[in-house]
């Protein structure tokens, strides 16, 4: 097996050290120095990472509408796709048809889907005289309404799958110890599907944080950049100012210590649950 | 009686929840076939004798983004970085799980981490390499993809191989078999499943992926996100709308029509996708 290593190995390593740990390694070392182009990079120590913070406010801002963002839309959309799973697992016809329907936005990509809705809400809003870019509310609600559509097809079939695999027997023997549909579906149906939950907050957690497609598409951040979530921010601090890629280097470096972080404790949350079963 | 009428409004909650999912694609489409000037006035109307223009629309719509060039190249770095990653991500996979030294240990960790790690960490480094090394065009970025895509796959496959018994790779070792031969003709065939699941993940990212190939391609080698996201920016405001719903239709066409013959692979890829990432 040893002598064939190379043929198994070398083609994706490569393009891995390549394309991944060259430019994620470089962009660490890159995060502490001032550039403009790679070459030009002089070293300023954590200054950059100071000025991310402190130089004005949009990093904080988007940060602060990220997680905004990010609770209402973790909530609303595990909420939505529970409850679409509860109805779709009664036993009715045609349930395959509608699981169809409600998982297809899914399929969408985020550039074309932040355009459909940005066409959608701004023809709402024009019978009132504004557009999406009125004011940052509008934007904000734009993007849960979006993230909804999006995602809860796609959380539903996980639900889905939980409930199918939850213990009918335990169902039954709640319901002969007088348990009525409601305690039974609290008591015993949500606690067996713990997992599903488990696994659909952190996919909504992350896909909501790490947005940047619809946000480009939907607002692009407007009005100013107080639409601007964390992804785009940085972006925008790469691209849109000569001499602030060092800065925006920094602040991806935050972004990414803060994925992680999620990361480790969803890895951590659901190994102990392992253990417990 | 009770159960009827339970059932029947069931039904019209279903119903309800299914339009929601369904108008925001039912909207682009009349609107792909009205008038140009009525679209932002009128978004909600259907077309009417004078406001329906016929295919117009996709005429300007396809030549102003050059729609079926976006097409093909977005179907040539789908297909080609599809096949690679199952290709090498599954030789890769087997290897390292077969053969355990600290080198394959390290390498699972690291193709492992890179799972978590958000694309604006590495994007202005990585453009940088791709330039450098003359990969930023349709075919380098093939291999972009495959670094990238590596996480994920070899996580998958590799959480597979460990489940197949070894006693049957040995078997074809006794009969002869070196380890190249033993992995195509016998290996490869079982992970089928893994296999469909690892090209639906990976092709539903890379076809919709706007970032990468907007900074490594650019405006020369558009994909059909990019050709979206360009049209809009491009027209500073003065946007032919008419040609842009045409192009919104034209990019879910081909999504949907996949979705309707495979839908039961990609729910259950996206499902058992969820489950083990």
């Given at each position: 097996?040893?002598?064939?290593?190379?043929?198994f190995?070398?083609?994706l390593?490569?393009?891995?050290?390549?394309?991944?740990?060259?430019?994620?390694?470089?962009?660490?070392?890159?995060?502490?120095?001032?550039?403009?182009t790679?070459?030009?990079?002089?070293?300023?120590?954590?200054?950059?990472?100071?000025?991310?913070?402190?130089?004005?406010?949009g990093?904080?801002?988007?940060?602060?509408f990220?997680?905004?963002?990010?609770?209402?839309?973790?909530?609303?959309?595990?909420?939505?796709?529970?409850?679409?799973?509860?109805?779709?697992?009664?036993?009715?016809?045609?349930?395959?048809?509608?699981?169809?329907?409600?998982?297809l936005?899914?399929l969408?990509?985020?550039?074309?889907?932040?355009?459909?809705?940005?066409v959608?809400?701004n023809?709402?809003?024009?019978?009132?005289?504004?557009?999406?870019?009125?004011?940052?509310?509008?934007?904000?609600?734009?993007l849960?309404?979006?993230?909804?559509?999006?995602?809860?097809?796609?959380?539903?079939?996980?639900?889905?799958?939980?409930?199918?695999?939850?213990?009918?027997?335990?169902?039954?023997?709640?319901?002969?110890?007088?348990?009525?549909?409601?305690?039974?579906?609290?008591?015993?149906?949500i606690?067996?599907?713990?997992?599903?939950?488990?696994?659909?907050?952190?996919?909504?957690?992350?896909?909501?944080?790490?947005?940047?497609?619809?946000?480009?598409?939907?607002?692009?951040?407007?009005?100013?950049?107080?639409?601007?979530?964390?992804?785009?921010?940085?972006?925008?601090?790469?691209?849109?100012?000569?001499?602030?890629?060092?800065?925006?280097?920094?602040?991806?470096?935050?972004?990414?210590?803060?994925?992680?972080?999620?990361a480790?404790?969803?890895?951590?949350?659901?190994?102990?649950?392992?253990?417990?079963? | 009686?009770?159960?009827?009428?339970?059932?029947v409004?069931?039904?019209?909650?279903?119903?309800?929840?299914?339009?929601?999912?369904?108008i925001?694609?039912?909207?682009?489409?009349?609107?792909?076939?009205?008038?140009?000037f009525?679209?932002?006035?009128?978004?909600?109307s259907?077309?009417?004798?004078e406001?329906?223009?016929?295919?117009?629309n996709?005429?300007?719509?396809?030549?102003?983004?050059?729609?079926?060039?976006?097409?093909?190249?977005?179907?040539?770095?789908?297909?080609?970085?599809?096949?690679?990653?199952?290709?090498?991500?599954?030789?890769?996979a087997?290897?390292?799980?077969?053969?355990?030294?600290?080198f394959?240990?390290?390498?699972?960790?690291?193709?492992?981490?890179?799972?978590?790690?958000?694309?604006?960490?590495?994007?202005?480094?990585?453009?940088?390499?791709?330039?450098?090394?003359?990969?930023?065009?349709?075919?380098?970025?093939?291999?972009?993809?495959?670094?990238?895509?590596?996480?994920?796959?070899?996580?998958?496959?590799?959480?597979?191989?460990k489940?197949?018994?070894?006693?049957?790779?040995?078997?074809?070792?006794?009969?002869?078999?070196?380890?190249?031969?033993?992995?195509?003709?016998?290996?490869?065939?079982?992970?089928?499943?893994?296999?469909?699941?690892?090209?639906?993940?990976?092709a539903?990212?890379?076809?919709?992926?706007?970032?990468l190939?907007?900074?490594?391609?650019?405006?020369?080698?558009?994909?059909?996100?990019?050709?979206?996201?360009?049209?809009?920016?491009?027209?500073?405001?003065?946007?032919?709308?008419?040609?842009?719903?045409a192009m919104?239709?034209?990019?879910?066409?081909?999504?949907?029509?996949?979705?309707?013959?495979?839908?039961?692979?990609?729910?259950?890829?996206?499902?058992s996708?969820a489950?083990?990432?």
């Amino acid at each position: 097996m040893k002598k064939y290593a190379p043929l198994f190995l070398l083609p994706l390593t490569l393009a891995f050290l390549v394309f991944f740990v060259v430019p994620f390694l470089g962009g660490l070392i890159l995060s502490f120095t001032e550039f403009t182009t790679v070459e030009n990079a002089s070293f300023v120590g954590v200054e950059n990472y100071v000025k991310a913070f402190t130089a004005d406010t949009g990093f904080l801002n988007a940060l602060w509408f990220t997680i905004k963002f990010t609770i209402v839309s973790v909530i609303s959309v595990n909420v939505f796709a529970f409850l679409l799973a509860l109805l779709l697992t009664k036993s009715l016809k045609g349930v395959n048809f509608f699981r169809t329907v409600f998982f297809l936005p899914n399929l969408i990509g985020g550039i074309v889907l932040g355009y459909i809705w940005n066409v959608i809400i701004n023809g709402v809003l024009s019978y009132f005289g504004v557009d999406i870019t009125f004011d940052a509310s509008y934007g904000f609600w734009g993007l849960v309404i979006l993230m909804n559509w999006q995602m809860i097809g796609y959380m539903m079939i996980i639900y889905i799958a939980g409930l199918q695999s939850v213990d009918r027997g335990l169902i039954e023997a709640a319901h002969i110890d007088g348990a009525n549909h409601i305690s039974a579906l609290w008591h015993v149906t949500i606690p067996s599907l713990m997992p599903s939950v488990t696994i659909c907050t952190f996919l909504t957690l992350t896909n909501s944080f790490k947005l940047f497609d619809q946000n480009l598409a939907l607002t692009g951040g407007a009005p100013g950049k107080e639409t601007s979530m964390l992804a785009l921010d940085i972006y925008d601090t790469f691209y849109g100012r000569i001499g602030w890629q060092g800065v925006g280097q920094a602040k991806a470096v935050v972004f990414f210590v803060i994925v992680a972080l999620i990361a480790l404790v969803q890895l951590k949350l659901t190994r102990s649950r392992e253990v417990e079963v | 009686m009770n159960k009827t009428l339970t059932k029947v409004l069931w039904y019209c909650l279903l119903s309800v929840v299914a339009l929601f999912f369904l108008i925001p694609v039912f909207i682009i489409l009349i609107n792909s076939f009205k008038s140009r000037f009525v679209i932002m006035s009128e978004p909600f109307s259907l077309p009417m004798k004078e406001s329906f223009v016929g295919l117009t629309n996709y005429f300007s719509g396809i030549e102003a983004s050059g729609f079926f060039k976006a097409f093909g190249i977005s179907l040539f770095v789908t297909v080609l970085s599809v096949t690679l990653i199952i290709v090498c991500s599954s030789m890769t996979a087997w290897y390292i799980t077969r053969r355990k030294t600290i080198f394959t240990k390290m390498l699972y960790f690291a193709f492992v981490f890179s799972m978590i790690v958000p694309f604006q960490m590495v994007m202005y480094t990585l453009t940088y390499v791709a330039v450098k090394l003359n990969f930023a065009n349709p075919l380098g970025i093939v291999f972009i993809y495959l670094g990238f895509g590596a996480g994920l796959s070899v996580f998958m496959f590799s959480g597979f191989v460990k489940g197949i018994p070894r006693e049957i790779e040995e078997a074809a070792t006794i009969d002869g078999c070196n380890s190249v031969q033993t992995f195509f003709r016998v290996v490869f065939p079982i992970l089928k499943s893994t296999t469909v699941t690892v090209a639906i993940l990976n092709a539903m990212w890379i076809w919709n992926d706007y970032l990468l190939p907007y900074l490594v391609l650019g405006s020369k080698y558009k994909t059909i996100p990019v050709a979206v996201q360009l049209t809009m920016q491009g027209a500073y405001g003065n946007v032919d709308w008419g040609g842009f719903m045409a192009m919104l239709t034209l990019s879910i066409i081909p999504i949907i029509v996949l979705y309707i013959f495979l839908q039961r692979y990609i729910i259950e890829g996206v499902l058992s996708g969820a489950v083990k990432g």
